[in-house]
């Protein structure tokens, strides 16, 4: 039996190359060794107003982008999570032995609710246990995510063992793939950030579906350092973040790198940088115009089908173990 991976993009706005480099490539190179669930969760997305039309596009939009990163759904299973509504009943169960404190330690909970506690949503708030609950349905043995997720695959973790000590053994406890280079790709406007899909500043994310000119505009306009070398120095965050694009897109080592920019500017960096980034996108912008709306809903209905069945085996263990049961 090969070991389970399970991870997700939410539909909000548009998929950016951390998304990409954080996670999406992991899961496109591990698809083969273990059995592979790629989730959309789009009950994440509703933790922040979203517009209902937008959102339903933008669900079909993921699907088409994990299609053209290279997940192929003959070999792993692609579903919505709101088709699955085990998602949401396991996330009850989970809340229900989570603890306030550890769920207020959340740093994502406190940048996305702008530290503003009553206007903040409680789906913001709980949001680690559905995904917690969306991990430990399929008995993930590993979840390949961004640095961002490791704090709440820590809870997911938790919650795992705090269930199988108290019940009984119903959840394989999973690990988190967080890869060494890409994990953190940060925002070009402002390196103590994150690059994110939700950022304000346009200009501080690559999105994956960005025009050529556009790529090469926000790369020009991001912002660099007082320094003049080109070298992957980490107390250089705007300048090593660059540079580990490059290296990513490119596949060059870092001393090649920095011998290669050995005594050129900023501006050299960033030209190049601009052309790497075009041609990495070139053939995944090509394909993401291959999948049609029909093709794309007949691929998640079948994944739904699929990751349901294994999902309601968990859920029915773990009700079995806590004595919840309807009438007979
Ligand atoms: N900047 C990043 N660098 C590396 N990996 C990243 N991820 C997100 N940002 C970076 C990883 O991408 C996967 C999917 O992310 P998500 O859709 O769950 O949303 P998120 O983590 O909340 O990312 P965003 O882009 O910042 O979205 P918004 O703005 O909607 O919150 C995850 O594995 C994540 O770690």
């Not at 919505?80 to 989570?98: G, K, N, P, Y």
């Not at 950022?199 to 090469?216: G, V």
């Not at 069945?309 to 173990?321: G, N």
Request: proline share 5%; with cysteine; glycine share 6%.
């Amino acid at each position: 039996m090969k070991r389970r991976i399970f991870s997700g993009a939410q539909p909000t706005g548009s998929l950016h190359i951390g998304n990409y480099l954080g996670a999406l490539r992991n899961w496109v190179d591990l698809q083969s060794e273990y059995e592979s669930f790629y989730c959309i969760v789009n009950l994440h997305a509703i933790t922040l107003p979203q517009d209902p039309a937008t959102l339903r596009q933008k669900t079909l939009d993921l699907a088409r982008i994990y299609l053209a990163a290279g997940i192929d759904p003959e070999v792993s299973t692609i579903f919505i999570q709101s088709d699955v509504s085990e998602h949401a009943e396991l996330a009850w169960v989970l809340s229900s032995i989570a603890r306030m404190g550890e769920l207020e330690r959340m740093t994502q909970f406190k940048d996305k609710g702008k530290g503003n506690r009553e206007r903040a949503g409680v789906g913001l708030f709980t949001y680690p246990i559905l995904m917690a609950a969306d991990i430990l349905l399929y008995q993930t043995h590993l979840v390949p995510v961004g640095k961002d997720q490791k704090q709440h695959l820590e809870l997911s973790r938790d919650l795992a063992e705090r269930f199988n000590r108290d019940y009984g053994t119903a959840f394989v406890v999973p690990d988190p793939f967080i890869p060494p280079v890409g994990a953190n790709i940060l925002s070009l406007q402002d390196p103590a950030k994150k690059m994110s899909k939700s950022d304000e500043n346009p200009n501080a994310s690559i999105f994956l579906l960005d025009e050529p000119d556009t790529i090469a505009k926000k790369i020009k306009r991001a912002v660099t350092d007082s320094g003049t070398t080109i070298v992957f120095d980490e107390s250089r965050p705007a300048i090593h973040n660059l540079l580990t694009i490059y290296h990513l897109m490119t596949g060059k080592s870092a001393n090649e790198i920095e011998v290669h920019f050995q005594g050129k500017g900023y501006g050299h960096l960033k030209t190049e940088l601009a052309e790497a980034v075009v041609e990495f996108m070139k053939p995944f912008q090509e394909r993401v115009k291959d999948f049609d709306d029909a093709h794309l809903n007949e691929i998640l209905k079948k994944g739904a089908a699929k990751a349901r069945i294994i999902a309601r085996a968990t859920l029915d263990d773990v009700y079995t173990k806590m004595g919840v049961v309807g009438a007979t």
